[in-house]
């Protein structure tokens, strides 16, 4: 008897030890859609989409030339004060504080990394990593501010170049804590 009980309790340590291990799984899980550029249609990381400031110009592909991660990376190319290269939104889960992190390598001018904050349609604002301008793969991260936007219902993960420009990016993983 003493043998069963010592095997039911083992069980239910290793159980409890899995569901944690399961848990925390997904909360490490990818948010960002298409945050590696993996998924390409048309020359074009799935689901992403780029603006610029008006009068600027900006393209967005994927290419496979120098990715730091898997076969493809984000390329920008940019004209005007700003441009933005972004993903599908995300619906909030106002329980949780965000992170993005990524990577950028800029050949002209400087990028960074940001969590725009949306009610609906509607722009409220944005979060931004520290500006990069180097020509090497170089880890950027940004946390969400959602005190700050308290009406945001919405987020989404971009690159941003800033100046006339041209950036890579890759690995962009959000997560929820």
């Known amino acids: 008897m003493k ?5 039911l309790r083992a069980g239910l340590v290793a159980l409890d030890l899995t569901w944690s291990a399961m848990v925390l799984a997904a909360d490490d899980k990818n948010l960002a859609s298409n945050g590696n550029f993996e998924e ?8 992403w989409f780029s603006v610029c400031i008006e ?7 994927a290419v496979a030339e120098g990715a730091k991660e ?8 940019s004209k005007g004060e700003w441009a933005v290269a972004g993903s599908p939104k995300i619906k909030l889960d106002r329980t949780k504080t965000y992170t993005l992190t990524g990577f ?8 960074t990394i940001k969590i725009d904050y949306y009610k609906g349609d509607e722009y409220l604002g944005h979060s931004e990593s520290d500006e990069s301008s ?3 793969w170089t880890s950027l991260k940004v946390a969400s501010e959602l005190d700050s936007y308290k009406e945001a219902t919405h987020i989404l993960v971009a690159g941003v170049t800033h100046g006339d420009s041209e950036a ?5 993983v959000l997560t929820a804590k």
């Open 70 to 77: 898997g076969k493809y990376c984000l390329h920008v190319k």
């Open 134 to 136: 180097k020509d090497e």
């Open 55 to 61: 009068g600027g110009t900006v393209t967005h592909k």
């Open 40 to 47: 390409v249609k048309d020359g074009v990381p799935t689901g």
């Open 168 to 172: 890579f990016f890759d690995g962009f």
């Open 3 to 7: 043998n069963l009980s010592r095997s």
């Open 104 to 111: 950028a390598r800029v050949k002209s001018g400087a990028a």
